[in-house]
């Protein structure tokens, strides 16, 4: 077993993954081309939470060379945008976002993807939105064009459990699992 050495890493607990763009990289708002994904981390999950806070304040010390840029100081951790956010507050009318926290990560290189045994999944259908797994994720402090902040990249995923699919777009599996046996004969 691996030891999480680097205070900007973090492995999260069981989170739901949203938006998820793990096997083609798209891009978002006309901006470079990237695989992403939002992972959707319940508010009961403190220890998750609080590794990601602390990887937050790790990055800002990190980055503060960055962050001060050609300006006579640092802006104060509070001052420059986080990206851990709350879903209650920012997604009201979303129910996968209620009692939970959110954080997008995105990564210009593809994550690797493996299940619950650390298997690789090279089937595009295991993974979707709604599915129940774990993140690797760094935290990073960037600079460009006078925005100033703390963000975060897609190392890898790992596949716990299937979930229900979010988006409104159901799957084939799930659609033709009940009485299509019976009616198809009669």
Same mark, same amino acid.
């Given at each position: 077993?691996?030891?999480?050495?680097?205070?900007?890493?973090?492995?999260?607990?069981?989170?739901?993954?949203?938006?998820?763009?793990?096997?083609?990289?798209?891009?978002?708002?006309?901006? @470079?081309?990237?695989?992403?994904?939002?992972?959707?981390?319940?508010?009961?999950?403190?220890?998750? =939470?609080?590794? =990601? &806070?602390?990887?937050?304040?790790?990055?800002?010390?990190?980055?503060?060379?960055?962050? &001060?840029?050609?300006?006579?100081? *640092?802006?104060?951790?509070? @001052?420059?945008? %986080?990206?851990?956010?709350?879903?209650?507050?920012?997604?009201?009318?979303?129910?996968?976002?209620?009692?939970?926290?959110? =954080?997008?990560?995105?990564?210009?290189?593809?994550?690797?993807?493996? #299940?619950?045994?650390? /298997?690789?999944?090279? #089937?595009?259908?295991?993974?979707?939105?709604?599915?129940?797994?774990?993140?690797?994720? /760094?935290?990073?402090?960037?600079? *460009?064009?006078?925005?100033?902040? =703390?963000?975060?990249?897609?190392?890898?995923?790992?596949?716990?459990?299937?979930? %229900?699919?979010?988006?409104?777009?159901?799957? @084939?599996?799930?659609?033709?699992?009940?009485?299509?046996?019976? #009616?198809?004969?009669?």
């Amino acid at each position: 077993m691996s030891i999480n050495s680097h205070p900007t890493k973090v492995v999260t607990g069981v989170c739901t993954f949203s938006y998820l763009n793990c096997w083609d990289a798209k891009s978002i708002n006309g901006g @470079a081309e990237k695989y992403s994904v939002s992972l959707i981390i319940p508010k009961s999950d403190t220890r998750t =939470i609080e590794k =990601i &806070k602390a990887a937050i304040r790790a990055a800002y010390e990190e980055g503060q060379a960055r962050l &001060k840029g050609n300006g006579k100081s *640092v802006p104060a951790l509070s @001052a420059l945008k %986080t990206p851990l956010r709350d879903g209650d507050l920012e997604r009201p009318d979303d129910e996968a976002y209620a009692n939970s926290y959110f =954080i997008n990560a995105n990564s210009s290189t593809r994550p690797g993807i493996v #299940d619950a045994e650390r /298997n690789e999944i090279l #089937d595009r259908s295991e993974m979707y939105s709604g599915v129940k797994g774990r993140a690797s994720i /760094n935290l990073y402090a960037y600079n *460009v064009n006078g925005n100033r902040g =703390i963000a975060c990249g897609l190392n890898n995923l790992q596949k716990i459990a299937d979930g %229900t699919p979010l988006g409104g777009r159901s799957r @084939a599996v799930d659609d033709f699992a009940t009485e299509a046996e019976d #009616d198809f004969l009669n």
